[in-house]
């Protein structure tokens, strides 16, 4: 029993010591060409479960969804990216870098099953080189990136383009999604793709067939809309799916630059013996006033022309009480006359309650006997009703 826990402490040490080594991983890549590094999901589900597989024999294929920043940073630099389409798929890390030096990334994997982490250290070292002088970017509409990023579809299309420019010295620079570029995200149906760019160069100069893009024929029709055929001789596509389309081709031509101007001479700031110092010249003395006095008189003469506008608008346009009533007929001017005396008389008996009230606000006759009501004293209290409600001796044995 002893031995067998021994064993399996020994079995447990080299297993660790062989994920220590084999956690970090070391790239070294040229300035200027492309570089590309597949997580493979099969090599993390070891790192997971080593001892079950060993033992047990249990295979899993479980989902794994990867987080990838540079050391010390809460993302990837720059020139990296990284891609993943699905949890069942691989991950992808590339890029172009520009500058040399030493890169850290960290790469953490999480098990969507078990929701354990490993942690894989990749070191991408940048090495110096010149970046080809001729280089030529295409666009190939039947792709995805996750599609063009393993090496192998990435060795067919080198191999087109190398016919198609004529030499086999031909690098990839960089790839990239047509999503990045500004293209429409596509519809979720067969036959619908996002689109890749493909950048490559050469110590070559371009081909015959490249050089057909450069032509005046060529840019019109591709500008009018017209579907570009593929020029005579020059259809070197193997594989439909990555064929280019010649309207989205552009080549770029670094090798024959433009003469800089040489920098100015600095001189050393002393002023030579014998020599006279010339000052420089200082401006002309400038009168500031009218600019002022356009800056404030012409706001205020606006302002007080739209005041004396809007005081004749709102005084002087008035009708007037006396001109209206001269205007207005005599007969429908004593009847509004009366209204407003009656309304006057109302609003004066209001505020006397003393007042004996008026005879329309009394009944007319008693129901039972049919004599006329007596008028009622009126009340001292002015919470008291004006109208008192008679009590009516048979009001019992009516029916209700």
Request: net charge neutral; charged share 20%; glycine share 6%.
């Amino acid at each position: 029993m002893a031995g067998f826990k021994g064993c399996l402490f020994f079995l447990t040490v080299v297993g660790a010591a062989v994920r220590a080594a084999r956690a970090e991983i070391k790239f070294d890549v040229p300035s200027g060409k492309f570089f590309t590094y597949e997580l493979m999901r099969e090599t993390f589900q070891g790192d997971f479960e080593p001892l079950s597989k060993l033992y047990n024999e249990r295979q899993y294929d479980d989902p794994m969804t990867f987080k990838c920043n540079k050391k010390g940073f809460p993302d990837l630099p720059e020139w990296l990216r990284f891609t993943q389409r699905h949890p069942y798929d691989n991950g992808f890390l590339y890029g172009t870098p520009t500058s040399p030096g030493k890169t850290f990334i960290e790469i953490y994997a999480i098990n969507k099953r078990t929701y354990e982490t490993t942690r894989q250290n990749l070191v991408v070292n940048v090495i110096a080189a010149k970046s080809p002088p001729y280089q030529a970017e295409f666009f190939i509409k039947l792709r995805e990136i996750e599609k063009v990023l393993p090496p192998a579809v990435q060795d067919e299309i080198k191999q087109d383009l190398q016919k198609l420019w004529d030499t086999e010295a031909l690098d990839v620079v960089n790839v990239s999604n047509a999503l990045d570029r500004g293209g429409r995200v596509p519809l979720p149906l067969a036959g619908h793709f996002e689109g890749v760019f493909v950048k490559v160069g050469s110590e070559h100069s371009f081909s015959g067939c490249l050089l057909r893009v450069r032509t005046a024929e060529h840019r019109a029709r591709c500008a009018a809309g017209a579907k570009v055929k593929v020029p005579g001789g020059c259809n070197f596509c193997s594989i439909p799916s990555n064929c280019i389309s010649w309207c989205h081709t552009e080549l770029f031509d670094s090798s024959q630059q433009e003469p800089t101007l040489a920098p100015p001479t600095v001189g050393s700031g002393v002023l030579e013996a014998g020599a006279d110092f010339d000052p420089p010249v200082s401006p002309e003395t400038r009168d500031f006033l009218p600019d002022y006095l356009v800056t404030i008189l012409v706001p205020l003469v606006l302002a007080l022309v739209l005041c004396v506008l809007l005081a004749y608008i709102m005084c002087g346009r008035r009708e007037g009480v006396e001109k209206r009533n001269a205007r207005t007929n005599q007969i429908q001017l004593h009847h509004h006359h009366t209204i407003r005396d009656n309304m006057d008389e109302l609003r004066n008996m209001a505020d006397h309650r003393g007042v004996s009230p008026p005879l329309s606000t009394l009944p007319m006759f008693d129901s039972r006997s049919g004599g006329g009501a007596t008028p009622q004293t009126p009340p001292e209290s002015p919470r008291v009703p004006l109208i008192m409600a008679q009590q009516d001796p048979y009001s019992d044995t009516l029916p209700r």
